[in-house]
Structure formats: C-alpha cells, structure tokens
Nanobody
Framework: QVRLLESGGGSVQAGETLKLSCTTS????????RGWFRQGPGKERELVAQ???????VYGDSVKGRFTISEDKDKNILYLQIDNLEIEDTAVYYC???????????????????WGQGTQVTVST
C-alpha cells in the first residue's frame, strides 16, 4: 500500500523558515506529479506547489514567492521550504502524488491520487 508521510511542521514565529518533508516507499515520485497542498482554518484546500510528471514546477496562485518545492529523488523525499512565514500560512500541509490508472496506465492529476495525513504548521507573532 502506498503511503506518504509528512514531517517538519510545528509552531513557529512569524518570519521564521520551515522545511517540510514528505517521504514515500518505492519510486512513486518518479512516476507522476507530486506536490503540496494546504488547508487553513475555515478555508478550502489549495495547491501550494507541484512538480509535474515532466518535472515542471508549478506554484499555486496564492503563493507569493516564499515557497520552494524540491525533491531528492535518490531518497524519495519531497520538500517544501517556506521562508518568512506569515500568520496566514497557518494550515495543515498535505503531500500528494498522482497515481497510474489501472485501465490506461496514465497518471491522474496530483490531487486525485495518494495523500499523506498532513502536518500542522502554526505561525504566531
């Protein structure tokens, strides 16, 4: 069974930096798109950043340049670094990865595959 496991969240002060990690078994991140989403209190889940199947990096519309997605393919780890954290960054951050459809072998969109349990990021002044 495919599992995604996030880590690195916590309670931090505004202005600090966090680097979240997402690990998985196997070569899941080699196959389809993978990325990060977040859901803040009372808000809908939104895309933060993803690496597409052809390795393009796409950031969500609400992201303002303080976020950097990266990966270590040898270690099967996906990262999200958040610089200069703001109160509005408070959210549960989820790792996600597309999956191959059994019928066609094609990849699903990144939000239609596998999900981690999430890691809480709380930013305070």
């Amino acid at each position: 069974q495919v599992r995604l496991l996030e880590s690195g969240g916590g309670s931090v002060q505004a202005g600090e930096t966090l680097k979240l990690s997402c690990t998985t078994s196997g070569r899941l991140f080699d196959q389809c798109a993978r990325g990060w989403f977040r859901q803040g209190p009372g808000k809908e889940r939104e895309l933060v950043a993803q690496i597409t199947r052809d390795r393009r990096i796409v950031y969500g519309d609400s992201v303002k340049g303080r976020f950097t997605i990266s990966e270590d393919k040898d270690k099967n780890i996906l990262y999200l670094q958040i610089d200069n954290l703001e109160i509005e960054d408070t959210a549960v951050y989820y790792c996600a990865a597309g999956r191959r459809r059994a019928t066609t072998g094609r990849c699903t969109p990144v939000d239609d595959g596998y999900w981690g349990q999430g890691t809480q990021v709380t930013v305070s002044t």
